[in-house]
């Protein structure tokens, strides 16, 4: 899943993305409320932290422009500020969930997780395609009941496919999602990495659950779609 962090805090900003990235979510990061806004209309985040105090525009003005231009990004603000009417205004403006510095990182994970479970409906921490079970909590995959060890970007990979489960999700969704601004879109990376999820989801005697529509996409689930190749 992709996130924007916006902090202008440079040491703050730094330890809070690594750990961010360390838990194989991809961070893109802004220092102030203008090169937020930019970001986000060019960038189809998941989920935006975003600080309060902020150069030139305030994360206030930040959320409320963010609203107003139509975007559905999940926002976690970070304050300093402690003030009830603080954390009312930021909620009545469309912020999601609140939490106040100092924090403690593993609260702004679960914050982040339970933020990112929100949709139309609510997903269910563990995500379930056949045989195959994605603890979003643990980060981690089992099919048949057995471990599979992923790396960091195979996890996010798998997870972004897990929560589509069953629609075809074309190359350009996926590089917005599970890459952040500095991935080239006409690299195969992307496909570098289906095939190592393959060799580990789809190992040898079990049902492939990993398929192909050339030109369109690729696809999780029990069978392949209509014009699907394995």
């Not at 989920?47 to 003005?61: C, S, T, W």
């Not at 593993?106 to 921490?125: F, K, M, S």
């Not at 909590?137 to 996890?155: F, P």
């Not at 990993?210 to 689930?221: N, Q, V, W």
């Amino acid at each position: 899943m992709r996130l924007l962090l916006v902090e202008d805090d440079p040491l703050l900003s730094a330890s809070v993305a690594r750990g961010l990235r360390e838990q194989a979510y991809a961070v893109d990061v802004a220092a102030d409320g203008k090169s937020a806004l930019y970001q986000a209309a060019i960038f189809p985040y998941d989920l935006i932290v975003l600080d309060v105090m902020l150069p030139g525009k305030d994360g206030f003005e930040v959320l409320s422009e963010l609203r107003r231009r139509g975007t559905t990004a999940r926002v976690l603000m970070l304050t300093s500020r402690d003030a009830v009417q603080d954390r009312i205004r930021g909620l009545d403006l469309g912020a999601d969930d609140y939490l106040t510095k100092p924090f403690d990182f593993q609260e702004l994970l679960a914050r982040i997780r339970a933020l990112l479970r929100r949709g139309e409906e609510l997903a269910p921490a563990v995500l379930c395609v056949a045989d195959l079970e994605v603890d979003t909590r643990a980060q981690s995959a089992r099919r048949a009941g057995e471990e599979i060890r992923l790396t960091a970007k195979e996890y996010a990979l798998l997870e972004f496919l897990a929560r589509n489960a069953g629609r075809v999700m074309p190359r350009a969704e996926i590089s917005d999602h599970v890459w952040d601004e500095n991935h080239d879109p006409f690299s195969n990376l992307i496909e570098v990495y289906i095939n190592r999820l393959r060799r580990k989801i789809d190992r040898l005697g079990l049902e492939p659950l990993i398929h192909t529509r050339r030109g369109a996409g690729y696809l999780l689930g029990a069978q392949p779609a209509e014009g699907e190749e394995e």
